[in-house]
């Protein structure tokens, strides 16, 4: 995965705003065209989140996840 995981590539860029509001890991894995949620999770929203760009909540019982 290398450094540019955190950093502020293209998917990511597009990815961080589009979780000015808390997603879910389907609706972000919808967003970025990938089939699988859980390739998602590894490759794009765990390395932003351990960069601390974005953070994990739950809201309304599920865990969602939004930008910093």
Same mark, same amino acid.
């Given at each position: 995965? !290398?450094?540019?995981?955190? !950093?502020?590539?293209?998917?990511?860029?597009?990815?961080?705003?589009?979780?000015?509001?808390?997603?879910?890991?389907?609706?972000?894995?919808?967003?970025?065209?990938?089939?699988?949620?859980?390739?998602?999770?590894?490759?794009?929203?765990?390395?932003?989140?351990?960069?601390?760009?974005?953070?994990?909540?739950?809201?309304?019982?599920?865990?969602?996840?939004?930008?910093?």
């Amino acid at each position: 995965c !290398g450094a540019t995981c955190a !950093g502020k590539t293209g998917k990511n860029t597009a990815l961080l705003d589009f979780c000015e509001i808390p997603r879910t890991r389907e609706e972000i894995a919808a967003f970025l065209h990938v089939k699988s949620p859980y390739y998602t999770m590894r490759r794009y929203v765990t390395p932003l989140v351990n960069g601390g760009a974005l953070q994990i909540v739950t809201e309304n019982g599920r865990k969602a996840y939004r930008r910093r």
